[in-house]
């Protein structure tokens, strides 16, 4: 089993479709590690902030298959199949890490070069996981957000309850 860690995100009818993103994960992997949930801004074009979050899971399946149940399961809570890169999204689910792969695995760039690039990937894999060590950066989540520029995006923790527990307070 190789650990997991994948970046959920929202910006049409949020709460709902992060729910339903929840929901559809731990019906196919069973137990979820979830960091808190965190509003940012948009990246890439204008639009509806997003709720964003990071979740940790264990499987067997490939990097391949796994991205094709994840656009399984997007696709099946509003996804258009010709949905482009930047653009709101009902619920958006991608692989950060998969294990320690790195480089093009299956058709998926692992690790996700957002992780480096994005708050709303990295505080929360930061804070889901400190001490795990980025495969290429080769430093930890929790070293690589403490070094990271906090005044280039707009981002924050937000009250959050998913199946009847508070899962992230502001």
């Known amino acids: 089993m190789s650990p997991v860690f994948l970046g959920i995100g929202s910006n049409i009818e949020r709460e709902r479709y992060i729910v339903a993103g929840l929901d559809a994960l731990a019906n196919l992997f069973g137990e979820l ?89 990295l505080w929360p894999l930061a804070e889901l996981a400190p001490e795990e060590v980025h495969p290429l950066a080769g430093k930890s989540y929790g070293a690589l957000w403490q070094a990271y520029d906090r005044g280039s995006q707009s981002i924050s923790k937000v009250d959050f309850q998913w199946r009847g527990r508070w899962i992230s307070r502001a």
């Open 33 to 121: 590690a979830l960091s808190s949930v965190y509003d940012s801004q948009a990246i890439g074009f204008s639009g509806q902030p997003f709720l964003n979050l990071v979740v940790g899971i264990a499987t067997e399946l490939s990097p391949g298959e796994l991205s094709r149940r994840l656009r399984h399961i997007e696709m099946e809570h509003g996804r258009p199949a010709n949905a482009t890169r930047y653009s709101p999204r009902h619920l958006d689910i991608d692989i950060l890490t998969h294990g320690q792969l790195t480089g093009k695995v299956e058709g998926v760039e692992l690790p996700r070069a957002e992780i480096l690039e994005n708050a709303f990937v």
